[in-house]
């Protein structure tokens, strides 16, 4: 590395997780007398943090990493490559032997570990690959540089995932369900009270299924209670992302009873046909689901209800397609995000017949676009 303050750039591809998970990995290597500088090309370390959710995230992801790659064997030959986020909990040991020049690669639970990797290639000269199936409760957070460009504090509250929806690599890349006890987030917060941060975002990948398998009778309605208790100088907290089928009475009132919780409640239905959605795992039916938006209207005054859809999913027929669609038109949501389906090594999913032929699958997608902008946006 280059003498004085080493440097670096994190390259940040994916969702607010991954965006946390950055700020998380910058605090790292600021504590340690690292500098945070904006041209990446001048880092002497360079981080590519990852998606693996959909292809095309690992893909852009990796265009850059190959255009980064022959930048730096003329301009910047002693610059680290790091490989971080969910692609390397993904690809695991294939990652290496498919881009030989990546010089780190830390998975998604191993962030905390990140100074102690560098040191490690520091001796070695040579590629270092630390990957950790879970998160390890034992091993806390203690370093967060929060991106000045948000008005509101990443927080994650857990990590992981216990659903294995058939389509979703996330289990696989980021390990089974983990909680932060109560205790450490409060902590968390408590640090933020001198920073210009007053509202909090609480993040996990399913976040109101928090403390399950940590706590018997404490629950996200409880934590989102003490934490409006605790810390009254905060104006609001908002979280993401929640599964339908954790979505409780409790937590509903829960959000009626307190103001400062963001009206925006994002639940992620995924398709309106009840025999795709027993396909994908996701363990409710569009009945439910319909109840539990009625609920949250008729409890939460001003609330708005936002989605995630997937078109094209393996076997999908056009009246299953067409069910989708008419789900959009009936419950108007507030905001939609919507792809097409994408195949993920190692999902049930990935395995079935029937796979959707691209062309129908962009097709669907732009029927779909037309109808949330004919019918979504309201409430």
């Not at 440097?7 to 910058?26: A, P, R, V």
């Not at 908002?238 to 963001?262: M, Q, R, W, Y």
């Not at 209207?297 to 069910?323: C, M, Q, W």
């Not at 009936?330 to 395995?351: N, Q």
Request: charged share 30%.
């Amino acid at each position: 590395m280059k003498s004085g303050k080493p440097s670096f750039h994190i390259l940040t591809f994916g969702c607010q997780m991954n965006k946390s998970d950055s700020e998380i990995l910058s605090g790292s290597l600021l504590s340690a007398g690292y500098v945070s500088i904006d041209d990446p090309h001048l880092s002497n370390i360079l981080i590519f943090n990852t998606c693996a959710v959909r292809g095309n995230a690992e893909n852009r992801a990796f265009a850059r990493m190959r255009e980064f790659n022959s930048l730096r064997k003329k301009k910047n030959r002693d610059q680290l490559i790091v490989v971080s986020g969910c692609v390397p909990q993904y690809e695991k040991d294939e990652l290496l032997k498919k881009y030989p020049f990546i010089d780190i690669i830390v998975g998604a639970n191993s962030y905390e570990y990140l100074l102690e990797i560098l040191s490690e290639w520091n001796k070695k000269k040579g590629a270092v690959i630390k990957l950790i199936d879970d998160k390890d409760p034992e091993k806390p957070i203690k370093h967060i540089e929060r991106d000045k460009n948000f008005d509101q504090a990443f927080l994650p509250i857990m990590y992981g995932c216990n659903n294995f929806c058939s389509y979703c690599i996330v289990p696989f890349t980021r390990g089974r369900e983990v909680s932060r006890t109560k205790e450490d987030i409060f902590l968390s917060i408590e640090e933020l009270l001198t920073s210009s941060y007053k509202k909090l975002l609480l993040l996990g990948q399913n976040v109101n299924s928090y403390g399950q398998g940590l706590y018997e009778d404490y629950d996200f309605a409880d934590l989102l209670q003490d934490i409006l208790l605790k810390f009254d100088w905060l104006e609001k907290v908002d979280f993401l992302t929640s599964h339908p089928k954790d979505i409780t009475d409790k937590l509903i009132e829960v959000i009626a009873k307190n103001n400062k919780i963001g009206r925006e409640i994002h639940f992620p239905i995924q398709h309106g046909d009840e025999r795709i959605l027993k396909l994908m795992n996701r363990g409710y039916t569009v009945q439910q689901y319909k109840e539990k938006v009625r609920k949250l209207r008729e409890k939460v005054p001003g609330v708005r209800i936002s989605t995630d859809l997937i078109v094209g999913f393996p076997g999908e027929t056009e009246e299953e397609f067409t069910n989708m669609v008419n789900i959009v038109k009936e419950l108007g949501f507030f905001r939609v995000i919507s792809a097409v389906y994408s195949p993920r090594k190692g999902t049930k999913a990935a395995e079935m017949s029937e796979q959707v032929d691209i062309k129908i699958k962009k097709r669907r997608l732009s029927e779909l676009n037309q109808a949330v902008k004919d019918y979504a946006f309201k409430g």
